[in-house]
């Protein structure tokens, strides 16, 4: 398994590079300048575990890199890095297929924390309830959920940042098999989820 990082600014990949090996150390971790070199770099260096795309690279236009990676492997964690704010293309991206979308100018400490988050296996979330099989955290967010908060009242309530409540939402879709809140809500009320907690 191998973590792939694909961004054409040399310096910032060598950070993002950098953050990921103090995170995982012994994780092969691939740098790639375009997206054209994914395929022959997989071909040689592993599958994936995660990808952290930058949003503008020398051979994508807008979305097609995102639309491209989350296509072709849709089971993969997709982190992209951007220096575009959050505001202009964040939510296009995650409906592009983008897992988490970070700002570059977000810090180094941010970045660790999202992708420590997205590398983290369920056997390391803590408290996992063998009926839900959701963590104390999930099951947190999904009464905050009901309760209609947004990212910042969540991140206010429970004293993390909104990137780290964008992550913990991320793993609960994923957990129940959906992809937004009001999916989330809907499966936690058929599902009996709300009246368990």
Same mark, same amino acid.
């Given at each position: 398994m191998a973590i792939y990082v694909i961004d054409d600014h040399p310096l910032m990949r060598e950070a993002i590079v950098m953050l990921l090996r103090r995170l995982r150390p012994g994780t092969e971790l691939v740098e790639l300048s375009q997206l054209s070199e994914l395929e022959p770099a997989i071909a040689t260096r592993g599958q994936p575990e995660l990808f952290c795309l930058d949003l503008k690279l020398p051979d994508t236009l807008g979305l097609s890199g995102v639309r491209l990676v989350s296509a072709q492997y849709p089971g993969v964690p997709l982190a992209v890095i951007s220096a575009t704010p959050a505001?202009?293309?964040? #939510?296009?991206?995650?409906? &592009?297929?983008?897992?988490?979308?970070? #700002?570059?100018?977000?810090? &180094?400490a941010e970045i660790v924390n999202t992708l420590r988050l997205m590398l983290q296996g369920d056997s390391e979330m803590g408290g996992l309830d063998d009926v839900t099989r959701l963590s104390k955290r999930q099951k947190q967010l999904l009464l905050m959920l009901d309760e209609g908060l947004s990212n910042r009242d969540i991140a206010e309530r429970l004293g993390i940042s909104e990137h780290t409540v964008k992550v913990h939402l991320w793993r609960l879709f994923r957990r129940l098999g959906v992809k937004s809140r009001t999916q989330t809500l809907h499966y936690a009320r058929v599902n009996g989820l709300l009246t368990t907690y």
């Open positions: 505001s202009d293309v964040e #939510e296009w991206c995650r409906e &592009a297929g983008a897992d988490v979308y970070i #700002e570059k100018s977000a810090g &180094a």
